[in-house]
């Protein structure tokens, strides 16, 4: 059985993972590493685990790793995993900057190991199905998209205060949350051009952004509005409305539904959708199939780095108040 460790306790869905893990009957959670050794240890006593503080320590006692330690310590780690010949599925996002997310990946692509990143919306059937309705051509030629994730977490207080720190997170609500409407947004419209945002603090002790907005140019004037808040109650977790030449696509607002009046399929008014029926595994899964049944990795290199390349050029864009472009890699 495979000898999974979690590399860290830092990011809140670190949990989430290694219940899973520990439920599945492919895998076996056998140890917790993390840089909080407070931290980790208590983790591994919830979980029935070993904690082992030292990192290389760690690699060398498990066969793969779900990587879940602050974003801006990424890119070392996950370095390290991959000399040492360890799977990893990371927490989203991969890096700060599309030319750190792409080093990370040709490193992993040519050593043989696997690695995948947590994009968890586009496992989600309603959202595979709004992807097939566009490339059926049910909305006629796609010419904008908004897509919105939000949740009370810095009003109510359940999000820890380490989501704050830029030193660790690389930035606020929009490198994390907003990671979500943005690789659905660029999983529909394509290569990302360029990119403009505005991030703001509604609480006015906020040391990062916990309301933004950005916008995403993509080939032929289509552009898509992402975003990001930890200050919003009772929103749905993902919104998504797709707008074409032929229709308009309205997608949890509120309820996790697909509405469609589409000219192209001849409906007067808004018709729900049933969402795709495809058999899709989790992220988490997908990424085991991946090691132990060698099925191939359908999220494309391409989406893990365009979403680091967003969130960079996010970050340049409200620092400097200007539009900023992405450069090829």
């Given at each position: ?98 030319r750190e997310a792409a080093d990370i990946i040709r490193a992993f692509r040519r050593s043989g190991v696997v690695l995948s990143l947590s994009l968890p919306r586009l496992f989600n059937p309603e959202i595979r199905m709004i992807k097939q309705l566009i490339n059926e051509g049910a909305l006629g030629q796609v ?187």
């Open positions: 059985m495979l000898k999974i460790g979690v590399a860290s306790f830092w990011h809140v869905h670190a949990m989430d993972y290694a219940k899973d893990l520990k439920a599945s009957a492919r895998a076996a959670l056998t140890l917790v590493w993390d840089e909080d050794i407070v931290r980790g240890a208590a983790a591994a006593r919830e979980l029935k685990v070993p904690f082992e503080p030292d990192y290389d320590r760690f690699l060398d006692a498990v066969d793969a790793l779900v990587m879940t330690a602050p974003t801006k310590r990424h890119g070392g780690l996950l370095i390290r995993a991959q000399a040492a010949g360890k799977h990893v599925f990371s927490e989203k996002v991969l890096a700060v900057s599309g010419t904008s998209v908004r897509t919105r994730a939000s949740h009370d977490g810095g009003v109510v207080g359940w999000l820890p205060e380490r989501f704050f720190n830029l030193d660790e997170t690389g930035g606020g609500a929009f490198i994390d949350l907003g990671a979500h409407p943005v690789y659905v947004a660029n999983w529909l419209m394509g290569q990302p051009l360029q990119v403009t945002a505005q991030f703001y603090r509604v609480q006015p002790q906020c040391p990062v952004d916990d309301n933004s907005a950005v916008i995403i140019t993509y080939e032929g004037n289509r552009f898509a509005v992402a975003e990001a808040a930890f200050v919003n109650g009772r929103h749905p977790f993902l919104s998504v409305e797709v707008y074409g030449t032929g229709g308009t696509l309205y997608f949890g607002t509120p309820e996790p539904r697909i509405w469609i009046n589409s000219s192209q399929r001849g409906s007067d008014g808004y018709v729900a959708v049933p969402a795709s029926g495809d058999e899709v595994p989790s992220a988490l899964e997908h990424w085991l199939d991946q090691i132990l049944d060698r099925v191939p990795q359908w999220v494309s290199d391409d989406e893990m780095v365009r979403l680091s390349q967003v969130m960079e050029a996010a970050a340049k864009s409200a620092k400097n108040r200007q539009q900023t472009t992405i450069l090829p890699i």
